[in-house]
């Protein structure tokens, strides 16, 4: 089951089951150096520029790598847009920043124009199903200098971990047969705010028993699922 997705962070403690950011808003206008809430780059720089994050190599011994906050857990899917903003190769590695280290998953080489990314964090075989935080990684081919590249719209949704059972809640209801002698109720009316294993309410449902007839006058016990 997937979360609700988020965006903007106040406390970085907080671990987000999906997180989405476009980079429109400009933490500080002053300061383009500046990430959103919980944002970070070790090494290298970023820098928000045309309503995306710049992100650059410093050398071939300083790659900047950008940092999501925190997220539930590293079995997800991430979907970005990306491209290379320098002449020469430019690799972007997605992975994880994990203990102080960066652990890559997949590595993309980007060309000049915008292209639209997606991976599967549940293929990886080292993928980490605790909170964790997603990175994104810019290295380069035989170059030295400063490279560069663009990304933006980086969203990442994960499933519930661990699987749970649902927590079902359900009412009294009192139903009335129709001039045929039968009544068939809605069991959504039988629920009384029932959740998943990821907190978020249930909107399908079921009875065991979803015919009454006068063979039920007075009190009858159903089960919801």
């Known amino acids: 089951m997937i979360g609700i997705s988020s965006q903007g962070y106040s406390q970085c403690g907080t671990n987000a089951q999906n997180i989405f950011e476009d980079f429109n808003t400009l933490p500080d206008p002053l300061n383009r150096s500046v990430l959103p809430d919980c944002w970070s780059v070790i090494g290298g ?15 071939s011994s300083n790659p900047g790598t950008l ?24 690799f972007l590695s997605v992975g994880y920043y994990a203990g102080g280290t960066f652990r890559e998953a997949v590595k993309y080489t980007l060309g000049g124009n915008v292209q639209n990314y997606s991976y599967d964090f549940s293929n990886f075989s080292n993928r980490i199903s605790t909170p964790t935080n ?18 933006d719209d980086i969203e990442y949704k994960s499933f519930c971990q661990p699987a749970a059972n649902p927590t079902a809640l359900a009412k009294d209801i009192t139903i009335q047969l129709d001039d045929t002698g039968n009544a068939i109720p809605n069991p959504a009316l039988v629920d009384n705010g029932s959740t998943d294993d990821c907190g978020e309410f249930i909107t399908n449902f079921s009875l065991d028993n979803t015919l009454f007839t006068f063979f039920y006058l007075g009190e009858y016990l159903v089960t919801l699922t």
């Open 134 to 151: 997603i990175a994104f990684k810019i290295t380069s081919g035989p170059n030295s200098g400063v490279q560069r590249l663009s990304i």
């Open 67 to 90: 940092i999501t906050p925190n997220v539930e857990n590293g079995e997800g899917v991430v979907t970005f847009k990306a491209r290379k903003t320098s002449s020469f190769t430019v």
């Open 45 to 59: 720089s970023a820098q928000m520029d045309n309503n995306a994050v710049t992100l650059a190599l410093l050398g």
